[in-house]
């Protein structure tokens, strides 16, 4: 197997890191005290998202870019180690128009969305000139069972009235967020089969009767371009704007979550590896009972082990990448499920270790590494639990053992030891 990257992913990825080396670290500081003081920074992201626009280091997430769109053509593979290498700063995916939860936003309507629908909305974000939403997360009903979902769209004549309360809704609070998708329950529950009762409506997050309640903190640390909480009293849309077909909502949204879940996982690589780094470097140049922090055999076994976890994690995204990219995002779902679950978890070790290293000084805002570890721990959440991932992965192990029940017990009388009768005829 060739594991070494193609000579352009290699040149885009030297492309990427010196971007963010010369460009983005240096602005990092005034990004952070327009954030501390409650402005979005966008002084500092317009002006570097030109700059990368016109090195065509843009929309470097899509596939299926056709050739009139801006930007670079990249398969999920491809893509994924430019993805690590955003990690390392939170913010910097917007400078190369890459963001949560625009990506898979562009995705469905680059799939799905009407002419009118693809010069309104979709047009304007693969520009980078406005900021969207997904509001499918509800605060009543357990979201990790989509078909909960509790959010009420009925419709009267040529529009449709959506009434309901979404949270945790990721880049609502983006002074330039102007789309939110909305996920809501279309049908009666005692008619449709329960995942063909949702539709997906294109709401203006400018329409009467939405309002955004507050901006969520989470693990005590607010996201400037927020994770908030929405309201929706009677928002009328028109029918125009609803996404595909009416009930078909569920379905959509899962054609979204694949590549997402590519570029979270190597997103949350990079910063892991950011952590390693510097836990390394403090391990180093820091010394207590006489002698340096990385003389010390548990600090060498979590350097060790954070390593060895790290590039196991990156191989499993990438042949996730790779599934996609050769037999369709539905030949992924196991992969996809597993990269999910490791890279949450991979995230929250790391960073504790590092955390570990640095003492107290890695529970202040010194470091990048509290934030880091507080969205790790949100990762488990996002894009569905834990336990949801481990439930795929089991279903299908058990699926397939089923199927090969017959092969299996034939291993298994070949491989027990003869009964003594047998022995002696």
Request: charge should be neutral; proline fraction near 6%.
């Amino acid at each position: 197997m060739d594991f070494a990257h193609s000579p352009r992913v290699a040149r885009l990825q030297a492309q990427v890191r010196q971007f963010l080396d010369d460009l983005v670290l240096p602005s990092n500081p005034q990004w952070q005290r327009f954030a501390a003081a409650g402005v979005y920074p966008l002084d500092v992201v317009e002006p570097l998202k030109q700059q990368a626009r016109s090195l065509d280091l843009w929309n470097l997430f899509l596939p299926g870019l056709r050739a009139h769109e801006p930007g670079t053509r990249l398969s999920n593979l491809e893509y994924a180690p430019l993805a690590e290498i955003m990690g390392r700063v939170a913010w910097s995916a917007e400078v190369f128009n890459c963001s949560a939860p625009d990506t898979g936003n562009v995705e469905l309507l680059h799939r799905f969305a009407t002419p009118e629908q693809t010069e309104r909305w979709l047009n304007p974000l693969l520009a980078g000139e406005m900021r969207s939403c997904f509001a499918m997360s509800e605060p009543d009903v357990a979201s990790s069972d989509p078909t909960n979902i509790a959010t009420r769209i009925h419709r009267e004549g040529e529009h449709y009235v959506v009434n309901g309360r979404k949270w945790f809704i990721t880049g609502a609070a983006h002074p330039n967020c102007r789309l939110a998708v909305v996920m809501g329950c279309s049908s009666d529950e005692s008619g449709a089969p329960a995942h063909a009762r949702h539709t997906l409506l294109l709401v203006p997050m400018d329409s009467p009767g939405l309002s955004v309640v507050r901006n969520v903190p989470v693990m005590q640390q607010q996201a400037i371009d927020g994770h908030c909480e929405l309201l929706f009293r009677d928002v009328r849309v028109p029918v125009a704007n609803r996404l595909g077909a009416e009930g078909a909502g569920f379905a959509l949204a899962q054609a979204r979550l694949g590549p997402g879940r590519v570029h979270h996982c190597m997103r949350s690589i990079g910063q892991c590896e950011l952590a390693l780094e510097l836990m390394s470097a403090r391990a180093l140049e820091r010394r207590a009972f006489g002698r340096a922090l990385g003389d010390f055999a548990n600090v060498q076994d979590w350097i060790a082990h954070s390593r060895v976890e790290i590039d196991q994690a990156r191989l499993l995204v990438l042949r996730a990448a790779w599934r996609m990219d050769t037999q369709g995002n539905a030949a992924a779902r196991i992969d996809v499920a597993a990269i999910k679950l490791v890279a949450a978890q991979l995230q929250t070790r790391v960073l504790d270790r590092a955390m570990q290293v640095f003492g107290a000084m890695g529970l202040t805002p010194d470091t990048p590494l509290a934030q880091l570890w507080s969205w790790g721990r949100a990762m488990r959440f996002l894009d569905g639990p834990d336990e949801v991932h481990l439930r795929t992965i089991a279903r299908a192990e058990l699926a397939r053992a089923k199927a090969e029940a017959g092969s299996t017990s034939a291993y298994l009388q070949r491989w027990m030891p003869p009964h003594p009768e047998d022995v002696g005829a």
